[in-house]
Every structure is written in structure tokens, then in C-alpha cells.
């Protein structure tokens, strides 16, 4: 049972615990020549400072509350529903408008159209991943430059947003936001430990020194004003791109002794290079290939994939640990 029908089972279906929403997903949009995302402050860890958004994809979630629905689910009423596909035909529609540059600003803009078109609709959950994408090099001269009319679909990793909207006294205001990068898989060929932990019967797995460690992060931030997620103050704004640049840059230059204590490293900086922010969580999986051949010369191994089943951690970290009040 996943954590959402978990949440789903344990509602009280008499009381205000009930869930009623529903929405449109996997609504995949893509826009050429969007509003590049310039003016992003500089971070030690990064390169990035920017995106031209020749391409600009998304795959969208919606999901809309409000009483007005109630009819559907319990008379089959359905005066008051908006059309799922109709839902899809306004995020299409809706890129087309978008002057912004990023993924929040995006689900912002369209989660306030939304309220602002349809008055039955109370609040609004949009969220989405990028449908990243490589740019691709060609000769120019004596060198070889960025195309500027040729992209691959990436398989790496991705920015991610989810926006809450609820009509207030004094309009539509955004709720809850997070941010994220998902999809980052990283390995280190050496340098990583994983010793001292518990030893009993059950206990089959040796203590390495020295192992290559391979693993899968997704990471997820908040502000502390959730205006600033959106972008229109670029200095303020956190891209996927410097997230995911100081994990890499944190794992290379620690020899850590768990992944635990890597995870926390990597929160304890991304905290530190961005005091707009609140907090940082991570879902990290464990994909460490086992070793086949140890018996070769210096740090030379031979490796196979993992077993399943696999390990994953899950840790947040927040302002208490950058000022050691852990």
C-alpha cells in the first residue's frame, strides 16, 4: 500500500477527514521559445546560472476541491463537474499564455486561472515534472558548439513543483509549495565506507572500508515565503540545477560512512548556500553493485548489479541543523 492510499484508507468517511477531489494527470505540454530564465545568483558548487527554455516541457497534475462536487460522487449530479479533458484543453491552452520561466511559476499562474474560471472549484493542488532535455552539439568551424535547433530527450534527472491554492478572504492564496529535483543517480568508485552498524544473527552483510557506491536521490525544498518558488525575483529563486550540482560536488568531496551521512551533508549545504529557504527532504535508494572480483590490482574491482530487495532512507533537514541545534 502506497502512502497515499494509506492516507486514503484511514480518512473517516463520516467526518471531516473525507477526501473529494479529483483532476486530470500525465497531461504532457511542451512549449518552444518560452521566457528564458536569467539574473540567478551564483553558487560556488555550479555552473548554472541560467536557462535559454528553447524547450519548455512539463508533465501536469491537477486536482481540484470543493463542496460543489459533492452531488457527483453521491447522486451521480454531475451539473457542476468540469470535464477532466476539459481540464487537460486548459493547461494546453494556459502554457501558451505563461510569460514566466520556471516550473512553479507555471503551476502558480494556471492553479490561479483555474480558481478565477470555475467559482465551484475551492482550492487546487498542481503539480509537475520536467520532461527534461539535452542539448546537442555540432561542428561550427574548427569546433563543435550547442545546436540551436537540435535537442535530445533526456533520461536524467528533473526539476519537479507542486502548488496549493485556496480561495481566502483576500483571494487566492498559495497554501503549501514544494520544490524538488528527482531522478539524480550518482556513483562514487571509492572513498565510501559502511562499517560499526549492528551485528547479530540476522547479519550477513560484511563491513566495507572502501566500497563504489551507487545511489538514487530525489530532493525536495521549501521557502520560506512560497513567492519566491515562482521565479519573477530570479535572485531569490532555487533551480533544480544548483540542487542537484552541490549533491554531486558534496559527494565527491566527503568520504562519508553511510548514506545517511551523506544525505545530511547535502541538506546541511543546500540549506547553507540558500537562506530563502525553510527546509530540505530527500528520498535516497541504495543501488550499490556487489562486488564479483576484489583481488585486482590497486582499486580495480569487478561489480553486478544489486539484489532486490534495496534500501532507501528518508530524512529532512531544516534550519535547527544549520545553526546546530540538531
Known amino acids: 500500500m ?57 508533465d501536469v497534475r491537477v486536482q481540484v476541491e470543493g463542496e460543489a462536487f459533492r452531488p457527483s460522487f453521491t447522486d451521480g449530479d454531475n451539473s457542476m463537474v468540469v470535464a477532466t479533458d476539459s481540464m487537460k484543453n486548459f493547461v494546453h491552452h494556459h502554457m501558451g499564455e505563461y510569460d514566466g520561466a520556471t516550473v512553479e511559476g507555471f503551476l502558480e499562474y494556471v492553479g490561479r486561472e483555474f480558481l478565477a474560471t470555475y467559482e465551484q472549484m475551492e482550492a487546487i493542488t498542481v503539480s509537475a515534472d520536467e520532461v527534461p532535455f539535452d542539448e546537442r552539439p555540432v561542428p561550427v568551424g574548427d569546433d563543435f558548439e550547442p545546436s540551436e535547433l537540435v535537442y535530445g530527450v533526456s533520461d536524467d534527472e528533473s526539476a519537479y513543483g507542486e502548488i496549493r491554492l485556496e480561495r481566502g478572504e483576500d483571494g487566492t492564496e498559495i497554501v503549501a509549495q514544494t520544490s524538488g529535483v528527482t531522478g539524480i543517480e550518482l556513483v562514487k568508485v571509492k572513498d565510501n565506507s ?8 540476522y547479519t550477513t552483510l560484511p563491513e566495507r572500508e572502501n566500497r563504489t557506491l551507487y545511489i538514487e536521490l530525489d ?20 533551480p533544480a540545477e544548483q540542487v542537484r550540482d552541490i549533491a554531486q560536488v558534496v559527494f565527491d568531496k566527503h568520504d562519508v560512512n553511510s548514506i545517511q551521512d551523506l544525505i545530511y551533508r547535502i541538506g546541511v549545504r543546500v540549506l547553507e548556500r540558500f537562506p530563502q529557504l525553510e527546509s530540505v527532504t530527500f528520498e535516497s535508494k541504495n543501488r550499490t553493485w556487489i562486488g564479483v572480483r576484489t583481488d ?31
Open 296 to 326: 585486482l590490482d590497486g582499486d580495480a574491482k569487478v561489480l553486478r548489479e544489486p539484489d532486490i530487495p534495496t534500501g532507501f532512507q528518508q530524512f529532512s533537514v531544516d534550519r535547527n541543523d544549520v545553526e546546530g541545534d540538531v
Open 2 to 58: 502506497t502512502a497515499n492510499q494509506e492516507q486514503l484508507a484511514s480518512s473517516d468517511a463520516e467526518g471531516p477527514g473525507r477526501r473529494m477531489n479529483y483532476g486530470k494527470e500525465k497531461i504532457v505540454v511542451y512549449r518552444t521559445y518560452a521566457t528564458p530564465l536569467t539574473g540567478i545568483e551564483p553558487i560556488p558548487e555550479s555552473e548554472f546560472d541560467g536557462r535559454e527554455n528553447v524547450l519548455f516541457g512539463l
Open 194 to 201: 559502511f562499517t560499526d552498524f549492528v551485528q547479530d544473527e
Open 219 to 238: 530532493v525536495f525544498w521549501t521557502y520560506d515565503d512560497a513567492e519566491a518558488a515562482l521565479g519573477e525575483e530570479p535572485a531569490r529563486y532555487v
